[in-house]
């Protein structure tokens, strides 16, 4: 073999140590082929300085935690690379040492590349023709670490991560520039915040925490070495395979260059090289699958907040953006539920039914003035695992596909792209409160009949579910009896679309083709049945449009945390369409329709519930009349049920907490509940009210103005 090469590292060394290494020399002498290729005409120095900037600010992706309401229990997390930022203060001496001796024992004498390093990786190369050799410092290590976590693109990946003589060169001269930026620490603690340790174990936390289950600060010389051991190549040396000779192999060589380096003693070392590798392995949870049995239910929670995460402009400019923000931002989320509402909730939804039913009992609660989610649960168990449910009762679905229960992660309760159910005569409201804020009374009466015929909707001729209910009525004695025929007549006076357009405003939005078609501007006004709850809605919608009424008309969009904080432990902001910032978890609320018009809908709405009115009478009788002494303080709301009692509701409120539950199947709209089951979820409501509010001082409801009494 000719001597040539070596007479070239030779001749150039000396320029290596006297600090004139520019790319293209770098670039001729560790990689022969550079200048034949042309490599150095295309790293301009203003590109790379460009990017060397970007590198001192640049933080690798960190996993977000997810907290139960107090604030410190994780309940879970989101990453695709789990990981947890920590500063070199909150590391071993040990880490640090061993990373140092397993992979660039000259890390404090050199200035970003390695000359020696250079110089023998050159001869390796020259030797072998090709790239046998590397020479990376830890520096040129977290260069090329960070390149692939800032990159954008796919192309941009590749660049930071292919085996090319261009990628090399570039990461020598950014190493170079980069240590006049930073310091060694800065250095040493971002790469050991951005090595890959295996086992999904990204930075020296994860690493700990995976695989000793402990935290990077009490690593102990051996566990330090152990874990150094893997960077050079996770898979090879993993210490959790059945054969750990590899890794033990590696470990000890880690010892003994510490020895060398005189991090540890001679003697010290020689023990920990007798001792066997124990690891003490844990699995970090990810996504809400991840959450702990206790609080399984909690899933669906989790679950919202997810969808709810995905629609905010907030964390990006589409779906995609925003989920990879919450799996690589490290956020730290604490959820809004109470906990006392929740179990609340739990305890009193699906009581009669279980979750071996194919008829889902759900309830979600709301805070009136904030919109925050208080509670959220559902006759099911919160799994992935659908292995053991029956098959689905939707003749049309075929005999393979699995029912929604005993398991399910589907998002009964809303907040997610299931159209919900037909919620029945919980859609009065609507039209009654849009014509409140119209300056209707509460006392407008109509002789309504057993039978209606309607001129407006083109001669459709609805009937109420009794004849007891015909007769003269007013908003008290319609509401409270769900007169079908006073309020159709009722909607005539102010137009349908009114009603549809105030539903729009407290949250409610159209998930299927028939809804969208009719509650179209073109199709609203003769939408006549809306006021019947023929369309679909979910109880998340439901509760928080109630809350809407209970805060005096002040609607507040649903919202599942309490708080959001960035990785360095200031508030999630974002910018409005005006411009001001705001935070993310701050509750957002509107003014929708006047403080009297809601207090009169109250007023009427407690009419249901066998509460008394403020100002008048609700006609001898009610559809929901237990509530009121079961909840034990005033409460509003109203009953809904659908033709054959395929879905039966109750939304109820007091001024603190709205709730809004139903019954039905969701694989199967046809299958009926029955009108014996019409009554669980005005249970569910009223029980879960009573023992959330319990020892809480009793509120009063505004009693509405004279004027619109009328």
């Known amino acids: ?141 977290y260069v090329r670490m960070a390149l692939r976590d800032s990159a954008t693109t796919p192309k941009e990946v590749q660049e930071a991560t292919q085996q090319t003589s261009l990628r090399k060169v570039r990461e020598m001269r950014m190493a170079l520039d980069l240590e006049k930026e930073l310091s060694k620490e800065e250095i040493l603690e971002r790469y050991l915040n951005s090595a890959y340790f295996g086992h999904r174990a990204y930075g020296i936390y994860a690493a700990s925490e995976i695989f000793f289950s402990k935290t990077p600060k009490d690593l102990t010389p051996v566990e330090a070495a152990t874990l150094a051991g893997l960077v050079k190549s996770p898979s090879e040396y993993d210490p959790a395979s059945s054969d750990q000779k590899d890794a033990t192999a590696r470990r000890n060589y880690v010892l003994d260059r510490m020895a060398q380096l005189g991090y540890v003693s001679p003697n010290d070392a020689a023990r920990a090289k007798s001792e066997p590798i124990r690891l003490k392995l844990s699995y970090p949870p990810n996504d809400c699958a991840s959450i702990p049995q206790k609080w399984n239910s909690w899933g669906f929670a989790c679950d919202y907040l997810k969808n709810w995460w995905s629609a905010q402009p907030a964390f990006g400019d589409n779906r995609l953006e925003r989920m990879d923000k919450l799996r690589r931002g490290g956020y730290r989320i604490v959820l809004s539920l109470d906990p006392k509402v929740q179990e609340a909730a739990e305890k009193n939804v699906g009581a009669k039914e279980g979750t071996g039913s194919p008829f889902a009992n759900g309830i979600v609660v709301s805070e009136p003035g904030t919109g925050r989610v208080k509670a959220m649960a559902v006759n099911r168990t919160y799994s992935l695992d659908l292995a053991e449910n029956p098959p689905s009762s939707n003749p049309e679905a075929g005999p393979t596909t699995k029912a929604n229960y005993p398991n399910t992660v589907a998002p009964l309760l809303g907040g997610g792209s299931l159209p919900g159910y037909q919620a029945g005569s919980t859609f009065k409201m609507f039209p009654m409160l849009a014509a409140l804020n119209e300056g209707m009374p509460l006392s407008t009466s109509f002789n309504a009949p057993y039978k209606y015929r309607s001129e407006v909707y083109d001669g459709w001729a609805p009937s109420n579910a009794s004849g007891a209910m015909s007769g003269n009525q007013t908003m008290w004695s319609g509401f409270g009896k769900s007169v079908n025929t006073y309020f159709v007549w009722l909607e005539e006076q102010i137009g349908a679309e009114k009603g549809v357009r105030l539903a729009e405003q407290l949250g409610l939005r159209w998930r299927t083709d028939v809804d969208r078609e009719h509650a179209s501007p073109s199709k609203a006004p003769k939408w006549g049945a809306f006021t019947l709850g023929v369309s679909d809605a979910t109880p998340l919608e439901m509760a928080n449009a109630y809350a809407a009424i209970a805060a005096d008309g002040r609607y507040c969009e649903a919202i599942p945390v309490q708080s959001i904080y960035n990785r360095d432990g200031t508030p999630t902001t974002y910018r409005t ?24 809908a109250t007023d009427a709405a407690r009419c249901p519930t066998g509460d008394t009115p403020a100002r008048g009478s609700c006609g001898g009788w009610s559809t929901a009349d237990s509530v009121r002494g079961t909840v034990g303080r005033p409460v509003a709301g109203k009953t809904g049920t659908t033709d054959s009692t395929r879905s039966a509701w109750f939304v109820g409120y007091t001024p603190e907490l709205a709730a809004a539950s139903f019954i039905s199947d969701p694989d199967n709209p046809f299958n009926a509940v029955g009108d014996g089951q019409s009554q669980i979820p005005i249970a569910a409501v009223a029980e879960t009210l009573r023992d959330a509010l319990k020892g809480k001082p009793t509120r009063q409801f505004t009693p509405p103005s004279d004027r619109i009494v009328g």
């Open 577 to 600: 369409a005006g411009g001001i910032e705001r935070e993310v978890a701050k509750p957002r609320c509107r003014q929708v329709v006047s403080a009297d018009a809601a207090r009169a």
């Open 1 to 141: 073999m000719s001597n040539r090469p070596l007479a070239a590292a030779g001749r150039l060394l000396p320029l290596v140590r006297a600090g004139l290494i520019a790319g293209i020399v770098i670039a001729a002498v560790a990689y022969p082929l550079a200048a034949a290729t042309g490599i150095g005409a295309k790293v301009t120095a203003h590109a790379l300085e460009h990017k060397t900037k970007i590198l001192t600010v640049a933080l690798p992706a960190e996993t977000s935690y997810l907290y139960a309401p107090d604030g410190k229990t994780v309940l879970t997390m989101f990453y695709e690379e789990y990981r947890q930022y920590t500063k070199l203060a909150d590391m071993s001496p040990n880490i640090q040492q061993a990373i140092v001796a397993a992979e660039d024992s000259r890390f404090y004498q050199h200035h970003g590349v390695d000359p020696k390093g250079v110089a023998r990786a050159f001869v390796a190369n020259a030797r072998s023709s090709g790239v046998s050799q590397g020479a990376s410092t830890l520096t040129m290590q």
